[in-house]
């Protein structure tokens, strides 16, 4: 509990701690023993969180914070009291013939979930949310291409407290797959398995230049694929990777905006995708192995991209690997401490090979890490450790669950006045049925949608608005989705708000501005891959193993000379104009284009290779 202040008494460290395990003991309940009804899954899903956030909230500096938590902690258990005692009942009532005590309840119960949504996540989604249910109340004074037949607040309201609104499928991914995840990730962490990880990837690749900025990469971006959240995978996993990089000569600008962009690309890394994937298979329908399988080649060229781009920042600087007493590591204790792997091997074999449900796979991964960490007695999670663990998980999924159920809410009002569809359609007007300025408008509404929210949640709320304008102009529901995915993804490194890379400078106590603008530029090929696999679907994996190979030897051609055209020093300017322009024509669906491009590439680096041969002292120079 060390997010505690230390003036925190006992009594109420001790409430925060037995709520925290209620929450994981209700979860295990529902998702082992006895599966619940939606409804009331859901309804305590968001309730227990919101009591544990208040609880949390007594002990803040804040008057206003202390004074109003123990009224959001009565309404949501209202709501959730109230919808167990009569599911039924409002299930057939609501949005249709409400009672006032349901219209009460309704009330208390949203606003409840807004304020804490505005509180862990900022104004952003909650203003959204607002202008959405204005919308629904006052939508009929509208012009028609953009107005309805309008609700009354009455059914309105109510509509929202049911799985039409705030209990929808986002919040439903929230209680099942996600909590189940983000748990997975806090025991991970817990056991030393996240300590043992770096210096696997010391060991591996500590030695090579640039060295420890790949293993930040390595390991945040595990780590980023399973906690849900960049920001917050930022400050579990920057804390050991940042000071790594700084001793090695990386300054505190690059080191930050590395491990933001690494810890950002985590959110695409199957086979977890910090659990956007598993929402994806409730959104789309689409199963889960082919989500992970046409979204592993992206992942790859992304991620690639941010080594190339650190590897030619070393090369610059003559940063080396890690630091001689760094590289002192005990052979046998990396060895022995091998079965740290085990947890998320039991992961992949379980969805990919068992083929058993995503949260069965979750299950077992959480088991597997319980039993590895008894192997030794200085990482065995026993009562304390577990404890803290549940509070990590409770305190990470707070904000998560709270902007799904504020998704859910938008996506209710969409769904009830039928813009869902209707903004589809601006999209395709305002664009005029041009497929490139469709992408790039479904790029910009995503990525001013996602700005300060979890990536699994700003792809709640994009996916729905966003993906049906693409699939109407013909591309495959996977590239679109994966499309908005990506994006929502980058939200967290892309200024003004760039949530990642303020966690990040925060960390490496580097000037925030300089840290975003550096985390954006490593992580370009996250705001290109997308609209290569929509214009070339073989990146998804989808045509002959022929097409896919082709076009995936170009597509990592292409990103090599991207990163050089953007991160090496060469003596003259002309070698990184011709990468940057080779890299465009490689990028181009055109075949003739494309082998324009490769000459390019490949004769500005013959030329530079040459040259730094001829002349090492002036290479020296440039580094």
């Not at 919808?83 to 299930?91: E, L």
């Not at 060295?211 to 390991?219: E, N």
């Amino acid at each position: 509990m060390s997010f505690l202040r230390d003036s925190t008494g006992w009594s109420l460290r001790a409430l925060i701690a037995i709520t925290a395990l209620a929450i994981l003991g209700f979860h295990f309940y529902a998702l082992i023993i006895q599966p619940l009804d939606p409804l009331i899954f859901r309804v305590w899903h968001i309730t227990g969180l919101v009591v544990f956030g208040s609880l949390v909230s007594l002990t803040m500096d804040s008057p206003w914070l202390r004074y109003t938590a123990p009224a959001l902690a009565l309404a949501v258990l209202s709501g959730a009291i109230y919808m167990t005692m009569d599911m039924q009942g409002i299930a057939m009532r609501a949005g249709v013939l409400p009672s006032d005590t349901d219209v009460i309840i309704a009330v208390l119960m949203v606003g409840a979930v807004l304020e804490v949504t505005r509180r862990t996540t900022g104004n952003a989604i909650f203003i959204l949310a607002v202008l959405a249910i204005l919308y629904g109340l006052y939508g009929n004074y509208l012009p028609n291409f953009v107005g309805h037949r309008g609700y009354s607040f009455e059914r309105l309201v109510t509509y929202l407290y049911t799985t039409n609104g705030l209990l929808n499928i986002p919040l439903g991914s929230s209680a099942t797959y996600i909590y189940l995840f983000v748990l997975f990730g806090s025991l991970m962490m817990a056991s030393g398995a996240g300590e043992y990880l770096i210096k696997l990837a010391i060991a591996m690749s500590g030695r090579a230049r640039g060295g420890p900025a790949k293993v930040a990469i390595t390991a945040s971006g595990f780590f980023g694929m399973i906690n849900g959240t960049s920001a917050g995978n930022v400050v579990a996993t920057g804390s050991m990777t940042i000071p790594m990089m700084k001793r090695a000569g990386y300054t505190p600008t690059v080191a930050a905006s590395v491990e933001a962009t690494s810890s950002s690309g985590g959110q695409i890394l199957p086979p977890v995708m910090g659990a956007a994937a598993f929402l994806m298979v409730d959104m789309t329908g689409m199963s889960y192995t082919s989500i992970i399988m046409a979204a592993t080649i992206p992942a790859v060229l992304y991620f690639l991209s941010v080594f190339m781009m650190s590897h030619y920042e070393a090369v610059n600087r003559g940063i080396g690997g890690v630091s001689n007493e760094e590289q002192r590591l005990d052979k046998k204790s990396l060895l022995t401490g091998l079965y740290f792997l085990l947890p998320p091997l039991v992961l992949i074999f379980s969805l990919l090979v068992l083929n058993v449900s995503i949260i069965l796979s979750g299950l077992y991964a959480v088991a597997a890490t319980l039993l590895v960490s008894w192997i030794r007695k200085v990482t065995r999670i026993g009562p304390k450790v577990a404890t803290k663990a549940s509070i990590d998980a409770a305190s990470s999924i707070l904000p998560i669950a709270a902007t799904c159920a504020t998704a859910g809410i938008i996506m209710g009002v969409l769904n009830l006045t039928g813009m869902g569809l209707k903004l589809a359609m601006v999209i395709i007007t305002i664009t005029g049925g041009s497929l490139f300025l469709t992408l790039l408008l479904a790029m910009v509404v995503t990525i001013v949608l996602g700005m300060g929210l979890p990536t699994v949640a700003a792809y709640a709320i994009t996916g729905a608005v966003v993906a049906p304008a693409l699939t109407r102009l013909g591309v495959e529901p996977m590239a679109a989705h994966l499309f908005v995915l990506y994006f929502a993804s980058m939200s967290a490194i892309t200024p003004p708000v760039s949530l990642a890379s303020f966690a990040a400078a925060a960390v490496a106590r580097a000037p925030v501005w300089p840290v975003a603008m550096t985390a954006l530029k490593l992580g370009t090929a996250g705001f290109i891959v997308p609209y290569l696999f929509v214009y070339r679907p073989e990146i998804l994996m989808a045509g002959s193993f022929g097409s896919i190979v082709f076009e995936t030897v170009i597509a990592v051609i292409a990103i090599i000379s991207l990163a050089a055209a953007l991160q090496l020093r060469t003596d003259t300017w002309w070698p990184r104009v011709a990468w940057f322009a080779g890299a465009i024509l490689l990028l181009t669906p055109d075949l003739l284009l494309t082998a324009v491009g490769l000459a390019i590439a490949g004769l500005a680096t013959a030329w530079e290779l040459h040259h730094r041969r001829q002349h090492p002292v002036a290479g020296r120079a440039a580094r």
